[in-house]
């Protein structure tokens, strides 16, 4: 890494002051919050609580405001403005899409065995109501690019109607060939929507290269904005034909108390409902000035280096098996190791009470997903690997096994 890129990574890094007192590694659930995000949403609650929040230079501010989120969000996933709405999650720009799109009884959704709950219970909800079939794509942390696509290309048939992925799993951490698949499902008729919780602020995003119709994002994970907020870009050809299914003013072209009423077909701004918190704009503006000045492809570039870093260190440790990815394009800063025979939940409590280690359990792979962003660094993995050497050496006490049993989720 060049000298001026690891000094610009060390400045970052004292702007989260999570960082003072942990190795902070699990904004694949949710990010910390830096002091520039902070500092905006303060300045945004400052203005309503002295100004009144619908006063004309509150209001002036929250105009500005949502443009300069939708032009920053539109920048990063290489859109235009008028394709990105605001939501308040992925899951919830997910089931947008999912549930604005027409579906039959037997039209298939096609998902895969890897996704969050925010992408399959959508699925599952429309075969539940609306009869369609769902078909799961088996992937699995060793599966390079070209047995998913396999896979995917034996899935997609001629009644599928919708493919539902995440560009990057949750519980795998593997990239996915999203170009490809969306060339295959287009090729066949169907829709595909995407849920990129782990992707925004973590691998470059381009969804016109890649021709998704819909695709989900969050500020709070790995853009470290405030959580409550997310964006949904949705392709202009396909905003007229998929449905608000929460609908407010914004869905209205125009409409009258004597029975006039006429749908906004055309905007992306239909699927926004009503009033949205400013504040939480505010810090999501400076999440994504952070992220896009910082770099999205040395981003990129740097949380892979600190993965193949933790790899080739708890590599190294007797007893510790790496489930994670191995395939050179699969790759992501998400880095998943596990103790055979030790419960990762309990082994998650004990690096969080011993060693002040932040990161998450994953239940479907029984391992640890340590989230590798930007601020972390190589120190912070060779102490998150000398507690694991110690938890190998010792066992992890019972207390911890018991704060697991206790904790709430994962
Ligand atoms: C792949 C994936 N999808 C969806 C979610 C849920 O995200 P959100 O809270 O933004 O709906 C997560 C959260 O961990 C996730 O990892």
């Not at 905003?239 to 077909?265: C, L, N, T, W």
């Not at 911890?400 to 049993?405: D, G, K, L, P, T």
Request: hydrophobic letters at 40%; a negative charge; one cysteine or more.
């Amino acid at each position: 890494m060049a000298e001026g890129q690891a000094d610009r990574w060390a400045l970052l890094r004292t702007q989260y002051p999570v960082l003072r007192r942990y190795a902070y590694m699990n904004c694949g659930w949710s990010g910390p919050l830096s002091d520039p995000v902070v500092d905006a949403m303060r300045r945004r609650v400052e203005l309503e609580t002295w100004e009144g929040p619908v006063s004309k230079p509150a209001m002036e501010d929250k105009q500005v405001t949502t443009a300069r989120l939708r032009e920053l969000t539109a920048r990063m996933m290489n859109a235009d403005v008028d394709e990105i709405a605001i939501t308040g999650n992925t899951t919830e720009g997910v089931n947008i899409a999912v549930n604005g799109v027409e579906l039959q009884p037997g039209d298939r959704v096609i998902t895969t065995t890897a996704e969050h709950g925010g992408g399959i219970i959508p699925a599952y909800w429309a075969r539940e109501r609306r009869g369609a079939e769902v078909a799961l794509v088996s992937v699995e942390p060793d599966d390079g690019h070209g047995a998913i696509l396999e896979r995917f290309d034996q899935a997609i048939d001629d009644r599928t109607k919708m493919v539902i992925l995440s560009e990057i799993t949750y519980s795998s951490a593997q990239l996915l060939p999203l170009r490809q698949i969306v060339e295959m499902a287009h090729a066949r008729g169907a829709t595909v929507i995407v849920d990129g919780a782990q992707t925004a602020g973590h691998v470059p995003i381009d969804v016109h290269a890649t021709g998704v119709d819909a695709y989900a994002i969050p500020s709070h994970k790995w853009l470290c904005g405030p959580d409550g907020i997310g964006m949904l870009y949705v392709r202009r050809d396909r905003i007229a034909d998929i449905d608000p299914v929460k609908v407010s003013m914004r869905a209205a072209a125009s409409y009258d108390f004597d029975g006039h009423f006429e749908p906004q077909r055309d905007k992306v701004t239909k699927f926004e409902v009503s009033t949205m918190s400013t504040p939480t704009m505010a810090g999501t503006v400076a999440a994504l000035e952070t992220y896009l000045e910082s770099g999205v492809e040395e981003t990129w570039d740097r949380v892979r280096a600190l993965c193949r870093y933790a790899e080739a260190r708890f590599d190294r440790i007797a007893g510790v098996d790496l489930t994670g990815p191995r395939a050179e394009e699969s790759r992501t800063g998400l880095f998943l190791f596990k103790i055979p025979g030790v419960d990762p939940a309990a082994l998650t409590s004990y690096l969080h009470g011993e060693g002040d280690v932040i990161a998450r359990s994953v239940k479907q792979r029984e391992s640890v997903r340590l989230s590798l962003h930007v601020y972390n660094n190589e120190a912070e993995i060779d102490h998150t690997a000398e507690m694991v050497e110690r938890a190998v050496r010792e066992g992890v006490p019972a207390s911890y096994v018991e704060a697991a049993a206790r904790a709430l989720g994962e």
